[in-house]
């Protein structure tokens, strides 16, 4: 094992180690609408990836405020880093997939659904991370 290969180890065991909440990433899935009620329903894509994650709050993110379509939405950013050598998914993540939080060891992130903005693969990386945002 060369040094850089030790080094690399050595970061993607102390990244792997800060982990904590258990996510699922779904393709992009068209929302349903029920014209009866008036409900939309998110839609519910193909799993590409469930385990374990970090889920960050990027410290730059200012909470942007938006229009989406007649409803005012604040835009704010994170990051979630998952184990580097986990299993490739089925099919590259793309912006438009969805992030869900399913356990964190902190509740208010539990249930949270964030949106795919980017993703970042590298061979010298200590996670894969992906960067997405709460359009709540």
Known sequence: MSELDALLAAGRA??????????????????GFDWESGV???GTGE??????????????SRGEEVDAGEQNTTLREYTIS???????????VVPGATVDVDTSPDGRLVGLRLWVTGVEYGSTATAWRITAEDRS
């Open 14 to 31: 102390a990244a792997s180690d800060l982990m904590r909440e258990a996510i699922t990433v779904r393709t992009a899935a068209e929302a």
């Open 47 to 60: 799993v590409l990836y469930t385990g374990r994650a970090r889920v960050k709050p990027v410290a730059r």
């Open 40 to 42: 939309e329903t998110p």
């Open 82 to 92: 998952v184990p580097w050598d986990s299993p490739a998914p089925p099919e590259r």
